[in-house]
């Protein structure tokens, strides 16, 4: 089966620009997950949704971050304006239903703000 | 509130050699624990899972760990490491709100 996809792998932006990620989870994958990985540190959950909608959002900065997960299958993230703090991978990952089911990660999205 | 200390953050270790990499974990309930490696540029690969059951859970490439309640450790290990073992490893504790430890950058030496 085809893997977690993301767009673009990369992208370097000035602060208070917008920019825009893309994911595309696996096919029948009802749980998406938008993670923050900043170097040297492990993931950090930024939003999870259920089909189209969010189970959890409690880490997203939701003064600049946003995302939405159109009919239940692909997702975007949204930052607006981006600060040099945002410099980071953000990686996508999904599930066949949450809970303990395993994550699939994709590559991920590095982005720097300079 | 559930949270992953990975006390290693650099480890390295000979082809050939053993390798343990430690996790201790803060849950409130039974914990639902996971490792994950990841190499440079690429996104999370899941290495082995305990829900329940038997604490010593095989997974992929070799990879083996054992849950101690006791101890709050779920220390991953292998045998005789590889020079393609080379990575960050992540242990992650929980089940929708996973919390994912600092890293250990694994390095192999010829």
């Known amino acids: 089966e085809a893997g977690v996809a993301q767009s673009p792998r990369y992208k370097i932006i000035e602060k208070r620009q917008s920019v825009a990620f893309w994911c595309n989870p696996i096919s029948g994958h009802a749980t998406l997950y938008w993670y923050q990985q900043i170097l040297g540190q492990g993931p950090k959950l930024l939003i999870q949704?259920?089909?189209?909608?969010?189970?959890?959002d409690s880490q997203l900065p939701k003064d600049r971050f946003s995302a939405e997960r159109l009919k239940g299958v692909d997702s975007t993230l949204k930052i607006q304006p981006a600060k040099l703090e945002d410099s980071a991978v953000y990686l996508c990952?999904?599930?066949?239903?949450?809970?303990?089911?395993?994550?699939?990660f994709g590559p991920g999205t590095r982005l720097t703000v300079t | 509130a559930q949270s992953v200390t990975q006390p290693d953050i650099h480890i390295t270790v000979s082809e050939g050699a053993s390798l343990e990499l430690r996790c201790n974990y803060s849950?409130?309930?039974?914990?639902?624990l996971f490792w994950y490696v990841q190499s440079p540029g690429q996104g999370l690969q899941l290495l082995l899972k305990?829900?329940?059951?038997?604490?010593l859970v095989q997974g992929i490439k070799g990879f083996e760990a054992e849950f101690k309640r006791s101890q709050s450790s779920f220390n991953l290990r292998k045998p005789s490491v590889h020079w393609s073992d080379a990575a960050e490893y992540f242990c992650?504790?929980?089940?929708?709100?996973?919390?994912f430890g600092a890293g250990t950058r694994l390095t192999v030496k010829p």
């Open positions: 990952a999904s599930s066949r239903n949450g809970g303990g089911y395993e994550q699939y």
């Open positions: 992650a504790v929980g089940d929708n709100d996973m919390r």
């Open positions: 949704f259920q089909n189209n909608g969010v189970v959890d």
């Open positions: 849950y409130g309930a039974t914990p639902y």
């Open positions: 305990y829900f329940s059951g038997d604490t």
